[in-house]
């Protein structure tokens, strides 16, 4: 999404492509990028899209995943940091990004120089694993957001589909309270 240049085009990542979360099994909530150089996301253009998910009809388009620089970016990380185009998002403007969870969904948006950031940290998540994971915080320091990546997802992810289903037998199609929650995150990390 730093490299796009159409108006009115977001990234979604919406349910046939999600699992429930690995700690709880909650429903994940569908993810919407956006680069807010292409103009606003604004919540009733959220609410329409939640209502519109998942998508029962292919795209009227297709957006092209683009990482040209990733790989000059990740070789020498201080000279990408001091690139123009890293240089010119110090300025308050350019920094302004927003993690927030609205209408059901799960949205990142923020300036193309800042996505180009996030996407050069969330290709090193993984190298530098302790105790069975990794993240990143998108927004820091107000730690808005956090990407995470665990050592065998998978079997993180039946282990909590397998707690809820036994800890809370009638709660498959609703999200659970936060009292639920760290029930089972209890049983999941004894």
């Known amino acids: 999404m730093a490299y796009q240049r159409h108006d009115r085009t977001v990234a979604v990542i919406d349910p046939p492509f999600m699992v429930p979360n690995p700690f709880d099994a909650?429903?994940?909530?569908?993810?919407?990028i956006v680069n807010t150089d292409l103009g606003p996301f604004p919540r009733d253009g959220a609410t329409s899209l939640c209502q519109a998910l998942p998508f029962r009809t292919p795209s009227s388009g297709t957006v092209v995943l683009q990482t040209r620089g990733l790989d000059l970016a990740l070789e020498n990380p201080g000279a990408f940091a001091?690139?123009?185009?890293q240089a010119?998002?110090?300025?308050?403007?350019?920094?302004?990004?927003?993690?927030?969870?609205?209408?059901g969904?799960?949205?990142?948006a923020a300036?193309?120089?800042v996505l180009k950031t996030w996407g050069a940290?969330?290709?090193?998540?993984?190298?530098?694993?302790?105790?069975?994971?990794?993240?990143?915080?998108?927004?820091?320091?107000?730690?808005?957001?956090?990407?995470?990546?665990?050592d065998d997802f998978d079997s993180h992810v039946e282990r909590a589909i397998t707690l809820r289903t036994r800890l809370f037998p009638n709660a498959a199609s609703r999200h659970l309270s936060e009292e639920e929650k760290q029930v089972i995150w209890v049983a999941h990390h004894p």
């Open 88 to 103: 010119r998002w110090r300025d308050p403007h350019r920094k302004r990004r927003w993690i927030e969870g609205s209408a």
């Open 26 to 32: 909650d429903a994940s909530s569908p993810i919407v």
């Open 82 to 85: 001091q690139g123009p185009d």
């Open 111 to 113: 300036p193309g120089p």
């Open 121 to 150: 940290e969330l290709s090193q998540l993984g190298n530098w694993m302790h105790e069975g994971s990794d993240y990143s915080e998108l927004d820091y320091p107000k730690n808005d957001g956090e990407v995470q990546v665990l």
């Open 105 to 108: 969904l799960v949205i990142l």
